[in-house]
């Protein structure tokens, strides 16, 4: 079965930080992997996603992943936070099944000092 | 904008009852998800259906139902509704089965007195 592991449900930087949001997966075939975000009363925006190839994912607003199969990670970060980057940020992982269904992690509260 | 809709916004009705929520994809998705958020599950797929069919069923409750319609609309439709049903429900559609990313609606609160 797959799995997604979120560490930190809370994390908080300072403005201007480098942001860094771990994800750790399990799945038993190459994954499909993806981060959204979610601002309060909104649904979820796709931050970016690895299917296959590269392994260094550019998204939108800065953010980057790396897909790091030896430690089954997919940690989410960016150089230097920003006041409106403050939502809850999730990790999804699909594929195994056949049905593509999305895996979700329990998700990751963001919180930006000024 | 996901291009995604979901109706209604807001939902309260009481226990006991039942309610339909309806969720239009993005135009050439075929494929529509239903998932369910709330504090103490997170985010949980219900159900997925492909071009009218029904292709997976995640932790979909018995009193819960879905179809897609020939014109790709959904409806997830929720009955006995119990206090814990409560929720905030996604829709999300993507192009093709799978291995695609998935649009999400903005979701439809529902909260049962």
């Not at chain 1, 930190?8 to 750790?24: I, M």
């Not at chain 2, 259906?49 to 409806?75: C, M, T, V, W």
Request: charged share 15%.
């Amino acid at each position: 079965a797959q799995s997604v592991t979120q560490l930190g449900s809370h994390v908080s930087v300072s403005e201007g930080a480098l942001v860094l949001l771990r994800c750790n997966y399990s799945s038993s075939v190459p994954p499909y992997l993806f981060w959204y975000v979610q601002y309060p009363n909104q649904g979820l925006q796709l931050l970016l996603k690895y299917t296959t190839g590269a392994t260094l994912v550019k998204g939108i607003n800065g953010f980057e992943a790396e897909f790091k199969k030896s430690e089954t990670s997919f940690h989410l970060t960016k150089p230097s936070a920003h006041m409106s980057d403050a939502a809850e940020y999730f990790c999804a992982v699909s594929g195994a099944s056949g049905t593509y269904k999305y895996i979700f992690g329990t998700g990751t509260r963001l919180k930006v000092l000024a | 904008d996901s291009g995604v809709t979901q109706t209604p916004k807001h939902l309260i009705t009481a226990t006991g009852q039942r309610v339909t929520l309806r969720c239009s994809p993005r135009s050439g998705d075929l494929s529509v998800y239903w998932y369910q958020q709330s504090l103490d599950q997170g985010l949980q797929f219900l159900i997925q259906y492909y071009n009218g069919e029904e292709r997976a069923k995640g932790n979909i409750l018995e009193r819960f139902s879905a179809q897609q319609f020939p014109d790709l609309h959904s409806e997830l439709n929720l009955s006995s509704l119990e206090l814990g049903d409560s929720a905030l429900y996604f829709c999300a559609s993507s192009v093709a089965a799978g291995g695609h990313e998935q649009f999400f609606g903005p979701g439809t609160r529902l909260t049962v007195l």
